[in-house]
């Protein structure tokens, strides 16, 4: 009785060690997208300021 209750817990240990790298990585994901999506606004918004100014000119 004492080995299968062994055997469960390193089961569950396993997957949820697995879930928290799984949860870390997509989370590591989400952040590198927020910052392209970041850079890439910025680069938008700088040529349409200065395609503005070119045209006011």
């Not at 799984?22 to 918004?45: C, F, I, N, P, Y």
Request: overall charge positive; charged content about 15%.
């Amino acid at each position: 009785m004492f080995r299968p209750s062994i055997a469960a817990l390193l089961v569950a240990l396993l997957a949820l060690s697995a879930c928290a790298n799984t949860l870390r990585g997509m989370a590591k994901d989400a952040k590198e997208t927020g910052q392209a999506m970041d850079s890439s606004g910025h680069t938008v918004l700088k040529a349409g300021a200065s395609g503005n100014k070119a045209a006011t000119n």
